[in-house]
């Protein structure tokens, strides 16, 4: 049976998603979903979903203190090509780096930087906070169904500017662009949380359990 892996490293509730990647994996047939910290169960998945809330230096400092868990992940995914969705810091965590509060190192998966969001328009605050329409850049298999105009849900002061534009796959707008969703190969990422954007977020949570690059 098909394995999905929730990665849990104590950067945030995973309640939510746990239930919407159930749901959805119910729903299309796409095997079992868990949530885990353990090495050994990020080695066996078929497909891995890494999200995070709060600040990038942390996230990547407590996962780091897994044993094992950078390194299985990255087994996974770099040399397995295991499909891989960052959600929020999980997804900025595929960055070569950030900037928030101090400079940390990312993945490097998809060449670009983290950095604060600054709106043209000073009225605009940052966090950057609830529902923005999504604008579609680049085609891709996980976005099926999903359209320019669909919108999803935001929660985050930074964003991930990608060195190439084709790894652009969707932005919203807050007074300039911003980045949703980032993507190459067998990895994926989502600024915002798909398990709390309604039926945009379950379309693309779906169509990810179902991927094969």
Known sequence: MSLTVLVDY???NLHSAEKAFQRMAAETGA????????????????????????????????????????EAITEAVSARARPFLGICIGMQMLASRGFEYEETPGFGWIPGEVVRIAPADPALKVPHMGWNDLEITHPHPVLAGIESGDHAYFVHSW???????????ARVDY??????IVGRDNILG??????????????????????RP
């Open 10 to 12: 104590d950067s945030g």
């Open 31 to 70: 095997g079992e979903v868990i949530v885990s910290a353990r090495p050994e169960d990020v080695a066996r998945a078929e497909r891995i979903v890494l999200p995070g809330d709060g600040a990038f230096p942390s996230c990547r400092r407590a996962l780091s203190a897994v044993p094992g868990l950078s």
């Open 159 to 169: 964003q991930f500017r990608v060195t190439d534009p084709a790894h652009l796959l």
């Open 175 to 180: 007074a300039g662009p911003v980045t949703a």
């Open 190 to 211: 989502t600024q915002f949380h798909p398990e709390k954007s309604a039926q945009t977020g379950l379309r693309l949570i779906a169509n990810f359990l179902t991927w």
